[in-house]
């Protein structure tokens, strides 16, 4: 069961780390400036959605993207079609999804003219989510597995209105490091929209 929950991926965060093997943090409000981890915390929540929908339908879109950064790193991937468009959309409004489930998370939904269900042990429950199934706690769908159904909803109406627009572009530094001591020097993705690309297309010319 995971239970800390990255809200940006370790594996991308990784990406940036410097020679301490940390990120340079700078948070708002109280401008604090520190090295961070990419397992650090802030990155995480506890427990926000359930396991199935991490290990399944989260992870689908993960990896996918992961394997597509790497394929950019390594130097065999320099423009994106319409798979490859997909992907990262799908990944960008993902992080929106649960970055707006980290910061307003569905409490338990208690739902009306229906009995009661069985009482599960909490024993049960995690068995249950482990092979990811829903369940009921009395009336109450509990929180966490809302948010998952929540997530995967939100990937779909985000996707939706990200994706037939998305204009995605991406660049190294001179040396083509995936992992270097200033942001400045790393890879970065940007999601623009189809004036800012036709903008970029203009000055081109």
């Excluded at 597509?68 to 423009?79: D, N, Q, T």
């Excluded at 997909?86 to 009995?115: C, N, T």
């Excluded at 940007?190 to 000055?203: D, L, Q």
Aim: with cysteine; proline share 4%.
């Amino acid at each position: 069961m995971v239970v800390s929950q990255h809200v940006f991926p370790s594996k991308s965060i990784a990406r940036f780390v410097g020679s301490d093997g940390r990120v340079h943090l700078h948070t708002r409000p109280g401008d604090l400036i520190r090295r961070a981890k990419p397992t650090d915390s802030i990155f995480c929540v506890t427990r926000a959605w359930d396991n199935g929908s991490e290990v399944g339908f989260i992870k689908k879109l993960e990896d996918d993207f992961q394997r597509l950064a790497e394929s950019i790193l390594e130097g065999s991937v320099s423009s994106f079609d319409v798979e490859r468009t997909h992907i990262i959309s799908s990944f960008y409004v993902l992080w929106m999804a649960r970055a707006e489930i980290r910061h307003q998370p569905e409490g338990d939904i208690v739902l009306k003219g229906i009995l009661p269900g069985r009482k599960w042990s909490k024993d049960d429950e995690e068995q249950l989510e482990k092979a990811g199934l829903a369940f009921f706690r009395g009336t109450a769908l509990p929180g966490r597995i809302a948010n998952g159904l929540r997530v995967q909803k939100q990937v779909r109406r985000y996707l939706r209105q990200v994706n037939p627009t998305a204009c995605w572009g991406s660049t190294t530094n001179s040396n083509h490091r995936a992992g270097a001591t200033s942001s400045r020097e790393t890879l970065r993705h940007a999601p623009s929209s189809s004036a800012f690309c036709a903008a970029n297309a203009a000055r081109k010319v």
